[in-house]
């Protein structure tokens, strides 16, 4: 019986853990755009890294362009774009103020 409230007990500890830690996923996301055309670059690369330079996640754009993710609000926020023809990207994102749950930011490309 003891062992089944302290199992209950944890699972419950675990669930509160999990949805406090959801509740500080913010979503970054727009398009990566030719600098010159203004057209949508389909299939880069986009990666998020954090203040130590580790990356944290990594998406590619859709068909039309676009990218989205999820990162922990009041983090540093690095995004590095590579795609074939393209120069290496890398851009400083602000982080995310109190109560901001989601940021569109596009980003452009330079051809090689």
Known sequence: MITRI???????ACMHTAV???SLRVQLHGAVLDSLSGNAVLGALVEWYDGNGKRQAITQTNSEGRYALFLFSGQPIELRVTENGYRPFVELVP???????AREVDLRLVPD
């Open 6 to 12: 302290l199992g209950l007990f944890l699972f419950v």
């Open 20 to 22: 406090a830690q959801d």
């Open 95 to 101: 982080p995310f103020e109190p109560g901001e749950s």
